[in-house]
């Protein structure tokens, strides 16, 4: 059971499942924010939700995250364009989150 604000994290399956909102982004630029990841993917849709991963005892960044938008479509809109906007100079690795990651409470 995760900690309160964890991201817990299932087996991840080989076919992105029906209707998935959630793109995953590696490549990131250790200073970017998650306000910043936030604005940077609006332009492919309604973000609802950003995560970005760090290492657990110093919170140091890992370079990558989760960006969650309200439809499917936008996601997959977001697989499609983010490649060619890159963020504070880095292109960026962009495709449909496999995993099933939940926010514990």
Not at 7 to 21: D, K
Not at 85 to 91: D, F, K, Y
């Amino acid at each position: 059971r995760g900690q309160e604000g964890q991201w817990v994290l299932a087996a991840a399956s080989a076919e992105p499942r029906q209707g998935a909102r959630r793109v995953f982004v590696a490549r990131l630029p250790f200073s970017v924010t998650q306000r910043q990841l936030k604005e940077h993917f609006s332009v492919a849709g309604d973000v609802v939700n950003v995560w970005l991963a760090t290492e657990e005892g110093t919170g140091e960044p890992k370079g990558y995250g989760i960006v969650e938008y309200s439809m499917a479509e936008e996601a997959r809109h977001a697989i499609q364009i983010m490649r060619d906007h890159p963020l504070e100079g880095a292109t960026l690795a962009v495709r449909m989150d496999l995993s099933k990651a939940t926010r514990t409470r």
